[in-house]
Structure formats: C-alpha cells, structure tokens
C-alpha cells in the first residue's frame, strides 16, 4: 500500500528525506512550494498524510509551518525525528574560493552562524527550500554560487559537496509533525511500528 506525503520543498528536502526514512518504498512524497500548501494537499484528499517541520535543535521553532498547522482543522497523528548535516554544495568546477554568495532556507542558515561567521565574505541568501536552492545553483551555472542543502540534493543536482558538517553541533536535529485529517486506529499502529510518536490530538 503506498501513502501519498506531502511535505514542503523540492526533492532532496530534508522533509522528503524524513518521509523516505519513515516510510520507505510505502511513501509517495507528495511536494508543495509552501507549508500551508501541505496542509491544503491534506485538506482536500490529495494526500493522505503531511509531514511539517515543527522545530530543530539549533534555529528553534519552524514558526510559519507551526502557524500553518495550528490554522487548519487537521490532527497531528504523530511526530518524528531527522539527524541533520548540512553540506556546502556547489559546481564541480567551483572552490570554496570562488564562491561569493551562499543560498538555503532560512530555518538551515541558522543552523549553520559559525561557519558563515568565519566566512564573511559569503553573502547568505535566504531561498524559499534547501533542496531548490541546490538545483538553482545548479541551472544557473555559476561558480560564485553555492547552496547550503543535504548531500543528496547536491547527488540529484550534479553538485558537489565543498564543506560537510556546517551545523552549528553535531547532535543537530529537526522534529516533524505529521498531519491528517482523521487518522485511523490502523495508520496509528503504523506510525507506532515506525518508531514515531503517534496520538489523537494536538
């Protein structure tokens, strides 16, 4: 039986790769430019599941996907966790020297204050999804651009991996909620097997 995930961003997001670890081959993950577009998918049946970052143990609460949780009429059926690193990702021809500018979501660079501090000549740019700013550097092949994503996105995209690690500490980790609209008895025992935190109410 396959479930239909939604989640936010692009393939290779950190939220599609909690969706694969949760799931496996039982997942088809469902992507939506905006948190409120998971919770729309959700809603109205496109999905039967969403997943939404609720917080990470560096940046703190994921406030604007919270807020879009806490706006719907949807139940969290469980919650779940992902290990993240954060990798340097750019044109295989570029160099950490030749790179002027870096671009991720907001909630990943401020995972990573330490090393854009002691790379100030980086100008960070906040990107809409981790995983659609790798393949943005990509397209616009340019070796002055570098995007802050997972090592996968970097594989989907033809990039490569200049610095890994650039979480401010290692233990780095971010919480999911998974939404739905009324989880049965049955999805219930599902996300339990998992090893996810599964419940009726907020």
Do not use: K, W
């Amino acid at each position: 039986m396959t479930i239909t995930v939604a989640y936010q961003g692009e393939p290779g997001a950190f939220s599609e790769l909690a969706i694969l670890a949760l799931f496996g081959r039982e997942a088809a993950p469902l992507p939506c430019e905006r948190f409120a577009d998971v919770v729309a998918a959700v809603e109205s049946g496109r999905a039967e599941l969403g997943l939404l970052p609720t917080d990470n143990s560096i940046a703190g609460p994921v406030i604007e996907s919270v807020a879009a949780i806490e706006r719907s009429a949807l139940v969290i059926a469980g919650t779940t966790a992902l290990p993240i690193e954060l990798s340097l990702l750019a044109l295989p021809e570029a160099t950490l020297e030749s790179l002027q500018s870096v671009e991720s979501h907001p909630v990943a660079l401020r995972q990573c204050r330490a090393f854009l501090g002691a790379h100030p000549r980086l100008v960070a740019r906040e990107s809409h999804d981790t995983a659609g700013a790798a393949r943005e550097v990509a397209a616009s092949g340019d070796l002055t651009r570098g995007a802050i994503a997972s090592s996968h996105a970097g594989e989907l995209h033809g990039l490569v991996a200049l610095a890994t690690g650039l979480e401010d500490r290692a233990d780095n980790v971010t919480r999911f909620a998974i939404i739905a609209r009324e989880p049965s008895p049955s999805l219930l025992s599902a996300l339990d097997d998992r090893g996810t935190t599964a419940n009726f109410g907020r």
